[in-house]
């Protein structure tokens, strides 16, 4: 099983070292020079005391010279070797890198779902330090230090046979201990690496939402919970040194008792005359070599099951392909904006047993403005998340110009489709950058054109840097109304024949709200405007409305229809739109009533909406 789990883990990894295989091999090459000047060096001194001390002919200057040279290539072949496996230690790890957040930010939204992003953040962070440690030293050191077990033993078996059997009787303790204990060190690394990155994710998420912290009094209780979770890293941390300090140990004590047994019994031979001085010298060199070439293999051996029970979870992603790709598929010549869906229904991956939509069937005309209302989790903002191919339909279908989205290219479909959401991202760059984000080619004039559309230019042009002012990590030097309008031209910019706005007008005033509204019935390319609305004016300037409650499709018409057929709709006007922009009169009957007497029933408030109609008509 061991094995299988490291082929499995060698496998993943190999793509990332096949570039740097001209590298390995030059490093390679030093540890070989390494190993052989190390194997030299005993049979060199074994000469040096039983020939040269007694010779008279310059052997042991000879001799003494050849030592030094030794050191001196082992010296410059360690050098090397340690700066090109660090090298390649560094390029490994920024492919890992760059290729595993390749594939995060290729991942269908399913994934992000069910994912922490801190935990992510740290995945690729810390995991990829610890792959960093197989060129340094961890496999370099297997190889040499591996080999030089071998050597030695075999140079230890031609010094002295009856030594070489005394060694060999101390293996089964080393071997076992190496096996047994070595599984368990690979589990408890994969328990510090998870541990330790949830702890990171907790501080991420920490740090996100500190303003939510502190508006409710909560960073001595937060404080708490990462103190907990740091606790929890550090229990798993002792668990692991427990663990290898039981390898360590067991090594030590089979490779020591192997250098006393030589000693002790090596002793024993010179007194009967059975070994040379010089011999028993080369033998416990030999012997020291291989009992710390030993211990250091069983050392780095530990070292790699740890960076494989580490570096399991970041290889998987790397690993990963994506359920919904990001390109490949038909890519229609023009797009008109005609929106269907067909008997769609659909569930959220992360709550498989609750149904967000049920059954839909619905047609958007090109360049039709559509409100969508409904009560909170009917399923509205689950029409837009569909449209732009976030998630695709559990069944039925949905088409663009009578194309299924599905086998349209998802590129292609998102330049046709865009997506406003009520609580947009702003990265930490300028204003200019963020509306540029949706079309980075864009020229200054296109980005300010777009912003004045969208009434940014009202707010940016009074600031310091004008376009170019910082917004502040997640638009915080921005108010919320401030940040939507970005989003706005963000999606004027991008020229999208279907703009879909999931309340994103929500944070205006009415004012602004009308003002981005007619900036968006000026668009010359007549977009399909499909709005989630939250406030009656935006309903009333829709060519229709989109009632959604349950997950399906209640009912669907012009506003006047649905006050005077819908008993659903005029309950939804009465108790849950924003009557913000009605006009003054009608607000002022609303609003003038004496105190502690009871409003009017809901069935009077929505036929009052149905007369605002009738007036503005």
């Known amino acids: 099983m061991a094995s299988r789990d490291f082929d499995h883990f060698a496998s993943r990894l190999l793509p990332f070292v096949k570039p740097l295989w001209p590298r390995l091999s030059v490093g390679a090459l030093c540890v070989f020079a390494s190993l052989g000047t190390s194997l030299l060096f005993p049979q060199a001194l074994r000469v ?70 801190g935990e992510l953040v740290a995945r690729i962070n810390s995991d990829t330090a610890e792959l960093r440690r197989l060129f340094t030293p961890i496999l370099p050191d297997l190889v040499q230090f591996g080999l030089m077990t071998m050597g030695a033993g075999a140079l230890m078996l031609y010094t002295s046979p009856q030594l070489f059997a005394v060694v ?125 070439a030993s211990r250091l293999v069983a050392l780095r051996w530990a070292a790699m099951l740890h960076v494989q029970g580490a570096t399991s979870r970041l290889l998987s992603l790397a690993a990963r392909e994506p359920r919904m790709s990001l390109e490949g598929g038909l890519v229609p010549e023009g797009v008109r904006g005609a929106i269907r869906f067909e008997d769609v229904s659909f569930r959220y991956p992360s709550r498989p047993d609750e149904p967000a939509l049920r059954g839909v069937t619905l047609e958007i005309a090109p360049g039709e403005r559509v409100a969508v209302v409904g009560p909170s989790g009917a399923g509205k903002s689950t029409l837009g998340r569909l449209l732009v191919r976030f998630y695709d339909p559990d069944s039925g279908r949905i088409t663009l110009d009578g194309h299924d989205l599905s086998a349209l290219d998802p590129r292609w479909l998102r330049e046709q489709i865009t997506l406003v959401p009520a609580e947009p991202f702003l990265f930490a760059r300028s204003i200019a950058d963020n509306i540029a984000f949706a079309r980075p080619g864009a020229s200054r004039r ?12 009202a707010f940016a042009e009074r600031l310091p840097g004008g376009y170019d002012t910082e917004v502040g990590d997640q638009g915080v030097h921005l108010s919320s109304g401030q940040r939507q309008r970005v989003a706005l031209a963000r999606a004027v910019l991008r020229g999208a024949k279907v703009i879909v706005l999931d309340e994103a007008t929500s944070a205006l005033d009415a004012d602004t709200e009308a003002f981005v509204r007619q900036g968006l019935r000026s668009l010359p390319c007549s977009p399909t405007l499909v709005t989630v609305a939250h406030r009656l004016s935006t309903i009333l300037d829709a060519d229709r409305v989109i009632l959604v409650d349950g997950g399906c499709v209640a009912a669907s018409g012009t506003h006047a229809e649905l006050v005077t057929g819908s008993e659903a709709y005029r309950e939804l006007l009465s108790t849950q739109l924003d009557d913000r922009s009605l006009p003054q009169d009608e607000e002022a009957r609303r609003t003038s009533r004496p105190a502690g007497v009871l409003g009017p029933s809901r069935t009077v408030v929505a036929e009052r909406h149905g007369a605002v109609v009738a007036k503005r008509e």
Request: glycine share 10%; aromatic share 6%; net charge neutral.
């Open 168 to 292: 060999l009787l101390m293996c089964p303790l080393f071997l076992g201990s190496l096996w047994l204990l070595g599984r368990r060190v690979r589990a408890r690394a994969a328990e510090v690496a998870e541990k330790h990155a949830e702890a990171t994710s907790s501080a991420v998420e920490l740090l996100a939402g500190i303003r939510v912290v502190r508006i409710h009094n909560q960073e001595t209780r937060e404080a708490g919970r990462f103190a907990s979770s740091i606790a929890e890293v550090v229990k798993s941390q002792g668990r692991y040194a427990r663990t290898t300090s039981q390898l360590e140990t067991a090594t030590a004590v089979a490779s020591d008792g192997a250098i006393v047994a030589t000693v002790w019994i090596g002793g024993a031979l010179i007194a009967g005359d059975g070994l040379t001085q010089g011999a028993l010298a080369g033998f416990v060199m030999y012997a020291l070599l291989g009992v710390r």
């Open 48 to 117: 040096l005391i039983d020939d040269g001390i007694a010779a008279v002919d310059g052997t042991l200057h000879r001799l003494g010279l050849l030592l030094l040279a030794l050191l001196v290539v082992q010296a410059g072949a360690t050098f090397a070797r340690h700066t090109i496996m660090k090298s390649a230690a560094h390029r490994l790890t920024a492919a890992v890198q760059g290729d595993v957040f390749g594939r995060l930010v290729a991942q269908d939204i399913a994934f992000f779902d069910e994912e922490r992003v």
């Open 446 to 457: 296109e980005i300010e054109d777009a912003g004045r559309v969208a009434g940014v230019s």
